[in-house]
Antibody, heavy 120, light 108 residues
Framework: EVQLVESGGVVVQPGGSLRLSCAASGFTFDDYTMHWVRQAPGKGLEWVSLISWDGGSTYYADSVKGRFTISRDNSKNSLYLQMNSLRTEDTALYYC?????????????WGQGTLVTVSS | EIVLTQSPGTLSLSPGERATLSCRASQSVSSSYLAWYQQKPGQAPRLLIYGASSRATGIPDRFSGSGSGTDFTLTISRLEPEDFAVYYCQQYGSSPQAFGQGTRLEIK
């Protein structure tokens, strides 16, 4: 059974940093592109970032480019999101999602999310 | 950057009726890399349709997708009580990937 479990969400002050983690199981992690997607309270979905199977390619939404860094450790079946220079508008539930394959694919499995609150 | 606009914002229908949801892209979506997701309160999104018209594993055949280029449609042929939720379209063929703002399907 595919499982994605996010962690690391907390309350942080504006300008602060945070690292989110996503532990994956039930599939061959290094065969798949992985993504972060966020959802502000009561709002829609916003794609944040993707990383290729080997970490060699990464892409970001304009809203987080230069502040967030996606990475993965295939030996630990884990995905990460380093978030720096946090802003109040980064407050959201952050989902880890698995691509259907490597490359440009939709997302067939999602975690339950971890809540990041940026507030003074 | 491709912007997706969904309409209507809210759709009020009764069980058994047909639902038609629209997603319009600001520029052509390459290779029909267009997906639809369903999200219920307190749950993660669920993939329904990918490649504009292919149903994901386990999705009932009352759900169908169509369209190409800039205009895409999700149709639910006969609404079941469990279909009332928020629906999002997504383009995944280019970066930055994008979701539409969602259509809320509510019980009339």
């Amino acid at each position: 059974e595919v499982q994605l479990v996010e962690s690391g969400g907390v309350v942080v002050q504006p300008g602060g940093s945070l690292r989110l983690s996503c532990a994956a199981s039930g599939f061959t992690f290094d065969d798949y592109t992985m993504h972060w997607v966020r959802q502000a309270p009561g709002k829609g979905l916003e794609w944040v970032s993707l990383i290729s199977w080997d970490g060699g390619s990464t892409y970001y939404a304009d809203s987080v480019k230069g502040r967030f860094t996606i990475s993965r450790d295939n030996s630990k079946n884990s995905l990460y999101l380093q978030m720096n220079s946090l802003r109040t508008e980064d407050t959201a539930l952050y989902y880890c999602a698995k691509g259907v394959g490597d490359g440009w694919n939709p997302f067939d499995y999602w975690g339950q999310g971890t809540l990041v609150t940026v507030s003074s | 950057e491709i912007v997706l606009t969904q309409s209507p914002g809210t759709l009020s229908l009764s069980p058994g009726e047909r639902a038609t949801l629209s997603c319009r892209a600001s520029q052509s979506v390459s290779s029909s890399y267009l997906a639809w997701y369903q999200q219920k309160p307190g749950q993660a999104p669920r993939l329904l349709i990918y490649g504009a018209s292919s149903r994901a594993t386990g999705i009932p055949d009352r759900f169908s997708g169509s369209g190409s280029g800039t205009d895409f449609t999700l149709t639910i042929s006969r609404l079941e009580p469990e279909d009332f939720a928020v629906y999002y379209c997504q383009q995944y063929g280019s970066s930055p990937q994008a979701f539409g703002q969602g259509t809320r399907l509510e019980i009339k």
